[in-house]
């Protein structure tokens, strides 16, 4: 897609790789559109050079009345960059079922609130983008990550499955999967973050591989060739590679360790090789999410 000229509308864009999406995208000769919660955050983006339609992501109403006055001041959407994301920690000992179900209404219902607002217009005029911003996350399990990867994955399905579905319509389908992204959120992590990345450089990526026609848009490299990697390990090789970052065994000595025959599983001579080997081969951080 060229982007010069085009109607954008990025939702989730007050903060982290929305943000920086939207300017690359003015940059490019589009007219752009935002959307967010944070009203006083979009305007300061914007600069006075965007649309600025605050909108709850989680209230599909909402939503469309954003889509439908985007498309009443700067015409028909012709790219949708669905950006808004939540992410926090889990804990096993202390699961938080509102944590968990506000990632599915912000991730995971907020994607489709934004898919609803935009596709039948988009399908009507046998034309335009959605590019959903997923991540790296929804690749594999991994501690802590049990709200936000499972919702990352939820989404990388959901884009797929629709591109499937709509891809003889002359509406295309992007799926974006980032890796670590420096932004505010990301600067609190207390835990290693390798080949982070500037939100700018993030924007950059995204809106290259947009004016490619990238069904995928995975960075940075390294990150996605690992993650892609990781997704041929077998889930009990996996758990072997990860258990370090396992709750600590607090059982009673007379209790038997997971390795034991009362698991019902003997470590083999081959299975020792292959972890071991995948061991050397794969270092993957503890946990994977990025800002929006």
């Known amino acids: ?54 909108l709850d992501v989680t209230d599909a109403a909402s939503v469309a009345a954003a889509a439908a006055r985007v498309h009443q001041e700067l015409g028909p959407i012709d790219l949708a960059v669905l950006s808004a994301g939540y992410w926090k920690q889990m804990d096993p000992q202390d699961w938080d079922t509102d944590v968990f179900d506000q990632h599915i209404r912000v991730n995971l219902a907020g994607m489709s609130n934004s898919i609803a607002a935009v596709l039948p217009g988009m399908l009507r005029r046998h034309h335009g983008v959605i590019a959903g911003i997923a991540s790296v996350a929804g690749y594999r399990g991994l501690a802590g990550s049990e709200a936000y990867g499972a919702t990352k ?21 992007t799926t974006i999967c980032p890796g670590f992204v420096r932004t505010d959120l990301t600067a609190g992590n207390a835990f290693p973050m390798p080949f982070i ?9 995204i809106c290259d591989g947009l004016e490619r026609d990238r069904t995928e848009i995975i960075f940075p490299t ?8 990781a997704r041929l390990i077998p889930a009990r090789v996996w758990t072997a590679l990860w258990k370090s970052t396992s709750l600590p065994d607090t059982r009673p000595a007379e209790y ?3 390795t034991t025959a009362s698991k019902g599983h003997h470590e083999t001579a081959q299975d020792r090789r292959r972890r071991k080997t995948l061991g050397r081969g794969v270092r993957l951080p503890l946990r994977l999410h990025h800002d929006h």
């Open 197 to 205: 990345i500037d939100a700018d450089q993030a924007a950059r990526s």
């Open 222 to 229: 390294r990150m996605a060739l690992l993650m892609k990697t």
């Open 256 to 258: 038997p360790s997971e």
């Open 153 to 173: 994955a939820a989404q990388i399905n959901l884009l797929e499955s629709l591109r499937v579905h709509i891809a003889r319509t002359g509406v295309h389908v």
């Open 1 to 54: 897609m060229e982007l010069n000229g085009k109607v954008a509308w990025v939702v989730g864009a007050s903060s982290g790789i929305g943000a920086a999406v939207a300017r690359e995208l003015a940059c490019r000769g589009g007219t752009v559109a935002i959307s967010a919660r944070r009203e006083e955050q979009l305007r300061e983006v914007s600069g006075g050079h965007m649309l600025v339609v605050p």
